[in-house]
């Protein structure tokens, strides 16, 4: 297990597919439960007694700025522009979060913890000698909405790879990940989506999965965002095991 210093929360993006709703407001900023979906992430960043935290910004960063100043302990905001993408955000995020391994969490990413608190399975099962990043993947079946053909599979090991043509991968990527900073050796310069620096990871067999064991929600669109509300409402939620 690694003791987390750092996050990053990706904040940046312009949400498009959660439009009308993202028209004048970040998607990361967008109710539910009571609390933005941000105030969500870093709460539970701050419960796992993360002191040093970045949250980048692009589309209406001013109102980002208002919501991480209003915390009690503010997160550095650093704005975008142009737009960097997933990779670059955080390669520019690199001289803020130091030289050891650190969380990445997206910033519409929305999940339940099981028995134990996510973020501290996911830094206890973290080996910085065999690992250049740690995803947190949920099981496809458990997941409901419009969700394509899946992200990854799984060895044995938990090594992570991509589906071949026409396979169906039974994980998705659910937006929090632990990341050694020389994952970013090389990367290139302007935007770049983190896929890239996967696919590398992945050749090299440097890329693992753990699996989720709380609920998770999948936010792409305001029909999502409906269902997770209702769910919590109710309390018609599930864990993903």
Same mark, same amino acid.
């Given at each position: 297990?690694?003791?987390?210093?750092?996050?990053?929360?990706?904040?940046?993006?312009?949400?498009?597919?959660?439009?009308?709703?993202?028209?004048?407001?970040?998607?990361?900023?967008?109710?539910?439960?009571?609390?933005?979906?941000?105030?969500?992430?870093?709460?539970?960043?701050?419960?796992?007694?993360?002191?040093?935290?970045?949250?980048?910004?692009?589309?209406?960063?001013?109102?980002?700025?208002?919501?991480?100043?209003?915390?009690?302990?503010?997160?550095?905001?650093?704005?975008?522009?142009?737009?960097?993408?997933?990779?670059?955000?955080?390669?520019?995020?690199?001289?803020?979060?130091?030289?050891?391994?650190?969380?990445?969490?997206?910033? /519409?990413?929305? %999940?339940?913890?099981?028995? !134990? $608190?996510?973020?501290? @399975?996911? #830094?206890?099962?973290?080996? &910085?000698?065999?690992?250049?990043?740690?995803?947190?993947?949920?099981?496809?079946?458990?997941?409901?909405?419009?969700?394509?053909?899946?992200?990854?599979?799984?060895?044995?090991?938990?090594?992570?790879?991509?589906?071949?043509?026409?396979?169906?991968?039974?994980?998705?990527?659910?937006?929090?990940?632990?990341?050694?900073?020389?994952?970013?050796?090389?990367?290139?310069?302007?935007?770049?989506?983190?896929?890239?620096?996967?696919?590398?990871?992945?050749?090299?067999?440097?890329?693992?999965?753990?699996?989720? /064991?709380?609920? %998770?929600?999948?936010?792409? !669109? $305001?029909?999502?965002? @409906?269902? #997770?509300?209702?769910?919590? &409402?109710?309390?018609?939620?599930?864990?993903?095991?």
């Amino acid at each position: 297990m690694i003791t987390l210093n750092s996050a990053m929360v990706l904040a940046a993006g312009l949400g498009t597919r959660m439009r009308p709703l993202t028209e004048a407001k970040p998607k990361p900023l967008l109710p539910l439960a009571g609390r933005s979906l941000l105030d969500h992430a870093l709460d539970r960043i701050d419960a796992a007694g993360i002191g040093k935290v970045v949250v980048n910004a692009h589309w209406f960063p001013e109102q980002v700025e208002a919501v991480c100043t209003a915390r009690p302990n503010p997160p550095t905001v650093l704005r975008e522009e142009p737009v960097q993408e997933t990779g670059g955000g955080v390669r520019d995020a690199l001289p803020h979060l130091g030289a050891d391994p650190f969380l990445v969490v997206n910033g /519409d990413a929305y %999940w339940l913890d099981g028995p !134990t $608190p996510t973020i501290e @399975r996911l #830094a206890h099962r973290f080996d &910085a000698a065999a690992m250049d990043a740690l995803l947190l993947v949920v099981r496809a079946t458990a997941v409901e909405g419009e969700v394509g053909r899946g992200d990854f599979l799984l060895d044995p090991l938990g090594r992570v790879r991509r589906p071949k043509e026409r396979e169906i991968a039974p994980y998705f990527y659910a937006g929090l990940q632990m990341v050694h900073p020389r994952l970013f050796e090389g990367a290139p310069a302007g935007s770049f989506s983190m896929n890239l620096l996967w696919n590398r990871a992945i050749e090299a067999g440097r890329l693992f999965g753990l699996v989720h /064991d709380g609920a %998770w929600f999948h936010l792409s !669109t $305001p029909v999502d965002l @409906r269902r #997770a509300e209702a769910a919590l &409402a109710t309390g018609l939620t599930r864990p993903l095991f």
